[in-house]
């Protein structure tokens, strides 16, 4: 008898823990805590070590981009970026990037080694919060000049598709 009770129980505890870490996969698994649906503020230092936030480059069409130098999708989609820096901002479109390196002086390197001529912010909770804390890398907020989120793109920009949000939004 003691050892069916024995081996019951620990049928029931293999499925408690099957079933924990089922619940914990599946949050984990969520790409966003919750999909937000404008910008607040949020506060970072960028790659020259000076206080930034997001109202600094409020009022314009603004694309957040989160990066690191280490992920290779975020190294392929650098020219894309480029050419809508080039293109767009001339009409008043911002790019702030968004650094998920481990510190701001490989942020840094990063920023001078692509030449990038935006805002580059090193990440911090309070800033991923802000953002519904996106579990992967690259992701792209288009924000429109009343801090609305009109896209959230996940993974490389779709260049055509971008461009054509970008000149939607700058009407």
């Not at 619940?23 to 999909?35: D, L």
């Not at 009409?91 to 481990?102: A, C």
């Not at 990038?116 to 919060?129: C, G, Q, S």
Request: glycine share 4%.
């Amino acid at each position: 008898m003691r050892h069916i009770t024995l081996k019951l129980s620990a049928v029931l505890v293999l499925a408690a823990i099957l079933v924990l870490a089922y619940h914990v996969y599946k949050e984990q698994s969520r790409p966003f805590q919750e999909m937000p649906k404008t910008v607040a503020n949020f506060a970072g230092f960028n790659t020259e070590g000076e206080k930034a936030e997001y109202y600094f480059e409020r009022g314009a069409v603004t694309l957040i981009v989160l990066s690191a130098s280490w992920c290779p999708a975020c190294i392929a989609e650098m020219p894309i970026l480029k050419r809508l820096h080039k293109d767009y901002s001339p009409k008043g479109f911002k790019i702030l990037m968004i650094s998920e390196d481990d510190n701001i002086k490989v942020a840094a390197r990063f920023k001078k080694m692509q030449a990038m001529p935006w805002t580059v912010i090193h990440w911090n909770y309070d800033l991923m919060n802000a953002l519904g804390n996106p579990r992967v890398l690259p992701v792209s907020y288009l924000v429109d000049g009343n801090d609305d989120i009109v896209n959230i793109s996940a993974g490389i920009i779709d260049e055509k598709k971008m461009r054509s949000n970008i000149e939607r939004i700058l009407k």
